[in-house]
């Protein structure tokens, strides 16, 4: 699924709840977690044993012109997770997720929806950036 794919289910989603009277969707985030993500909750400890196994991975041969490896950022309990294809360039230089262009947009959209960009958590299937953004091979 493309970026913009994305974008357009979000605005689709959002108009849905705003038609149907909501002023935010109609998500709660309470709890220890919300209010401390990271700090050593179930899903960050997850996230953190997952992020060790992965380590300086040389499994595929996107490795091999990576500069970074981005595996993901956000609230480690969130219950609405965003999931790109793979990083592009901005991702790829600084390690995170959605920095760059399209990521101004998801923020946004993320505040339209009465969220933080922290409340959520956001990675790609991908962890990668693929050379000239082209299709991940088979690999
Ligand atoms: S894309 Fe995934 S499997 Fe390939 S090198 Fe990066 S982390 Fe490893």
Redesign the pocket.
Known sequence: MTNSNIFKDITTMIEYYRAMGFDALPITFGGKETNSPGSGSNGDVHLRKLREE?GD????R??EQ?KN?VFGEGNPDARLMFIGEAPGRDEDIKGLPFVGEAGVLLTRLIEKMGLKRSDVYISNI???RPPMNRDPGDD
């Not at 991975?57 to 595929?60: F, L, T």
């Open positions: 992965i991975c040389k499994r595929c996107l490795s990576r490896i991908i962890k990668c």
